[in-house]
Nanobody
Framework: QVQLVESGGGLVQAGGSLSLSCVAS????????MGWYRQFPGKQRELVAA???????NYSDSVKGRFTISRDGAKNTMYLQMNSLKPEDTAVYYC????????????WGQGTQVTVSS
């Protein structure tokens, strides 16, 4: 079992920045990748950025160059630095974890709302 707790969402004006954090606890040694997803109303959750156990990162095209994913192994924490935010970034952001041997993400945080005003 892995527990995830997100923080850092909120309201920001377009062009502004926000930083999200995700603290992991539990069987975190069994994690192969961690990622940030977001969900728009009425839509499926979509990948924003991910980081593998080995430190490789990938981003959705919509956030490349604006968002940065990182992690602090000592603190079991993953971050998402979001710069140059746009109103279309408004969504609920979820922290997720993919366990070793799993194809899909199998643990999720509770989600944090990010609202970007125009």
């Amino acid at each position: 079992q892995v527990q995830l707790v997100e923080s850092g969402g909120g309201l920001v004006q377009a062009g502004g920045s926000l930083s999200l954090s995700c603290v992991a606890s539990g069987f975190i040694f069994s994690v192969s990748a961690m990622g940030w997803y977001r969900q728009f109303p009425g839509k499926q959750r979509e990948l924003v950025a991910a980081i593998t156990r080995g430190g490789r990162t990938n981003y959705s095209d919509s956030v490349k160059g604006r968002f940065t994913i990182s992690r602090d192994g000592a603190k079991n924490t993953m971050y998402l630095q979001m710069n140059s935010l746009k109103p279309e970034d408004t969504a609920v952001y979820y922290c997720g974890v993919k366990s070793l041997g799993r194809r899909d993400y199998d643990y999720w945080g509770q989600g944090t709302q990010v609202t970007v005003s125009s």
